[in-house]
């Protein structure tokens, strides 16, 4: 499937769905307003770039992607800019910003198609990544190898919400298994990540070239109260 070249605005629901397809291009989209930029629900082979998601809910999203390549691409959110989970997942060179210029529609009951003003709704960018899984879609891999690269992120609530095997947050039927951030750049964080991995297979977490600036003054990417994670820094 090629998706080229294009503007979508104010969506009733997700601005698109892809369910079980494999060999995907997203190239020069541009996804404003409405409510997720793109869902990836069992996808494999997904290459985006050169995108621009400014949404009133998440961004990108998606349940035991495979093999997913964003680059170059400008995403900003009033909710997460990923809710995702999957295998073999590469982000690089991208701009991650808050506060969503569009509110975030849960808050705003009106018509799909107003132009809502800029005071309207929530407009928090509320966790740079939020983890996404489902007992009904279970992995047959648990997710692994989930790189970001070369990133700015700015004025995100947190980096990560992450529980393992808690349905009610749809973080049950996976578990997150490994994430690297390399030469990525936060600022205005607004506090730590309290994430709790999963006992029997604790959460790898490798940060090289990080830097994190919060709102408040000085912090650290991740509670010291975080349960069974593993945290690198070179």
Known sequence: MTLRGYTIRHSGNFMHQLDLCTGVSMTDVTCLGGSDGIHL?????????????????????????????????????????????????????????????????????????????????????????????SEAYPAKEHSRNIVFRNLIVENAGKVLTYHADKPEWLQSGDRLRELTFDNVRFTGLGRSSLVCGSPEEPLEIRLKNVTAEFEGGEGSLFHPDSAHIRVTES
Do not use: W
Request: glycine share 10%; charged share 20%; proline share 3%.
């Open 41 to 133: 629900h069992c996808c494999s082979g997904v290459e985006i770039n050169r995108c621009v998601f400014r949404t009133g809910d998440d961004c990108i999203a998606g349940i035991n992607i495979r093999g997913l390549h964003v680059n170059n691409c400008v995403l900003n959110t009033s909710c997460q800019a990923f809710r995702m989970g999957g295998a073999d997942i590469l982000v690089e060179n991208c701009h991650v910003y808050g506060p969503g210029y569009y509110p975030h529609r849960v808050t705003v009951v009106r018509s799909k198609t107003e132009e809502l003003p800029g005071e309207a709704g929530r407009h928090d960018l509320i966790s740079f990544m939020i983890f996404f899984a």
